[in-house]
């Protein structure tokens, strides 16, 4: 379940629905694309974005057949974009919200389905198939709600609604690349009204950086082959700098002398410091990674929940950047792998 829209790229910073964009790509992106297109019409927009990508090499056949799936500006496309709800939860309402007992059986159920290919992704890429199946279930409900716009048809109409169009003039054209390159038909290409795609919700960008096939070789599926969705989603939290055999984090509780200078994920301490001034884990006992660094974060302030968080965490961070999100994929995961 998504509260957040963001690019997936790595230590990319992102908003709600947009990708609150940020380097040099994007800079590049922003100095060449064309100015708004609110004074031209559609018909002419398009038009341009016909001849430009088959200048850059695309197939006309194959431009045409994506192009022809958006004839005028989709309203309720822009809609939703004008209208981006503010969320101000709490961790506490955010976690009854997307960790619900149907979420964590259904996640069990589906899990259990597919043991043996999570497992053998998981060791491929020395991710653990809980954050895997963690990221599918809070991006798509293990697959279940995908998004059902026509990606072209909502990245053009962003383009050339003018508000954030040299972002998604730029989406457009790779999305664009992605189809001339064969992995997805334009009719089969669906996602968010943002352009976000198939089961892990990436961006098209995010796409061609991060999607995989599995086995290696093959077309790229983040739509409808799990294995491929799986493997994706293991790709992009490896290139981000998985660590294989490290948790992501814990829940713990704090002394009552903790102060508010030393949380956060930026007060980065061996685990033994915490254990010397008495943070324990919630289930008891010891840590069982006294040689690791972490932090300890309390989501809704000092007298709330806390966790204690190691380099993994930061990784899931980079696919959603929200402490929220990263400790609803870590409980999730560990809940129903």
């Not at 957040?4 to 709600?16: D, P, Q």
């Not at 294995?227 to 009552?256: H, Q």
Request: proline share 5%.
């Amino acid at each position: 379940m998504m509260l957040k829209r963001r690019m997936l790229v790595c230590g990319a910073v992102s908003s709600m629905a947009l990708p609150a964009v940020a380097g040099k790509a994007v800079a590049k992106a922003l100095q060449k694309a064309p100015a708004p297109a609110a004074t031209q019409s559609y018909e002419t927009f398009l038009a341009g974005v016909r001849r430009e990508a088959i200048q850059k090499g695309m197939n006309a056949s194959i431009v045409d057949d994506a192009l022809s799936l958006t004839r005028q500006p989709n309203a309720s496309v822009i809609k939703a974009d004008r209208h981006q709800p503010e969320f101000t939860m709490t961790w506490a309402k955010y976690k009854d919200r997307v960790i619900t007992n149907k979420k964590i059986t259904d996640g069990q159920a589906a899990v259990a389905k597919r043991r043996s290919i999570l497992r053998a992704i998981s060791t491929e890429y020395g991710v653990d198939e809980a954050a895997i199946a963690g990221i599918w279930g809070l991006e798509s409900a293990y697959g279940v709600k995908t998004g059902t716009y026509h990606v072209i048809d909502s990245l053009a109409t962003l383009a050339y609604d003018g508000r954030r169009s040299a972002f998604f003039r730029s989406e457009l054209f790779k999305a664009l690349h992605i189809l001339n390159q064969g992995d997805i038909t334009p009719a089969g290409m669906l996602g968010s009204y943002a352009g976000a795609m198939g089961q892990p919700q990436f961006m098209p960008s995010a796409y061609e950086r991060y999607a995989a096939s599995y086995p290696a070789g093959g077309r790229r599926d983040i739509w409808t082959n799990e294995p491929d969705v799986f493997a994706s989603i293991a790709n992009y939290l490896a290139k981000c700098g998985w660590r294989a055999g490290e948790p992501w984090g814990e829940a713990v509780r704090v002394p009552a002398a903790l102060t508010v200078g030393q949380i956060g994920r930026t007060v980065v301490k061996p685990v033994s410091y915490w254990a010397g001034i008495g943070v324990q884990p919630v289930l008891g006992g010891q840590f069982g990674h006294a040689d690791m660094d972490g932090a300890v974060i309390c989501p809704d302030g000092i007298d709330g929940e806390a966790y204690l968080v190691y380099h993994n965490f930061n990784v899931i961070r980079r696919y959603n950047p929200s402490d929220f999100y990263a400790l609803g994929v870590g409980l999730l995961g560990s809940a129903i792998v």
